[in-house]
């Protein structure tokens, strides 16, 4: 089955350091790639997405991520976190023609002072 | 700029009432999409649809159904709602035509308690 992966539940990390969220996909066809963001009690917000093109992606607040597909990940970067990042981050991929998002099942990034 | 709202914020209902959860685009979308949120299992799809009177099951429709009789309303019903439906429900809304794959904008979320 088609699926998508988050393996840490909660990524704790101290303000200004670097963190990385992992991601990974399981599918045989053409994938899209996305990184939401949900701050507490609010809806999620679109990061940043891959649809094709320049592997490397650029989003909003500081985030990156690169795609690979030889090791099907889609891993979120930022070189410098600050508390207001602290949030949960939730991986989603569409695969195929479909017009639907199969998430991950989140993590929790924690900053502290 | 896309918004997506959502009637309630809260809501607590008994067991057994029937329950209507709204969603509201204003940018013309034609795929709406209701999601369930529980701890650990991040976002699962409920309904889909993609035009007027147009709905396509989830992974997890079993004790809900849609309605959308408008392009830009899009309804969750519980016919009889259980403990177990307790949780965060998040609509959203994408476009459907002239591109590879267009994002969904989501609503504010309704935590829905069923005591």
């Known amino acids: 089955a088609q699926s998508v992966t988050q393996l840490d539940s909660q990524v704790p990390v101290f303000e200004e350091a670097p963190v990385e969220l992992r991601c990974n996909y399981s599918?045989?066809?053409?994938?899209?790639l996305f990184w939401y963001v949900q701050y507490p009690n609010q809806g999620l917000q679109l990061l940043l997405k891959?649809?094709?093109?320049?592997?490397l992606v650029k989003g909003i607040n500081g985030f990156e991520a690169e795609f690979n597909k030889s090791q099907t990940s889609f891993h979120l970067r930022k070189p410098s976190v600050h508390i207001s990042d602290t949030a949960e981050y939730f991986c989603?991929?569409?695969?195929?023609?479909?017009?639907?998002?199969?998430f991950g099942s989140g993590t929790r990034l924690l900053v502290r002072p | 700029d896309v918004k997506v709202t959502q009637s309630s914020r809260y809501l607590v209902k008994r067991t057994g009432e029937k329950v209507f959860l709204e969603c509201v685009q204003d940018?013309?979308?034609?795929?709406m999409f209701w999601y369930r949120q529980d701890p650990g299992l991040g976002l699962r799809l409920i309904y889909f649809?993609?035009?007027?009177?147009?709905?396509e099951k989830g992974d997890i429709p079993e004790g809900y159904s849609v309605s959308r009789e408008k392009k830009e309303r899009f309804s969750l019903i519980l016919e009889s709602a259980s403990t177990n439906q307790t949780s965060m429900y998040l609509c959203?809304?994408?476009?459907?035509?002239?591109?590879?794959?267009?994002?969904?904008?989501f609503g504010p979320g309704t935590r829905l308690t069923v005591t």
């Open positions: 649809s993609y035009d007027v009177k147009m709905k």
């Open positions: 599918s045989s066809v053409s994938v899209y």
């Open positions: 989603a991929a569409s695969l195929g023609s479909s017009y639907k998002l199969i």
């Open positions: 959203a809304s994408s476009q459907m035509t002239g591109g590879p794959f267009y994002e969904q904008y």
């Open positions: 940018m013309d979308h034609e795929n």
């Open positions: 891959y649809l094709s093109g320049s592997t």
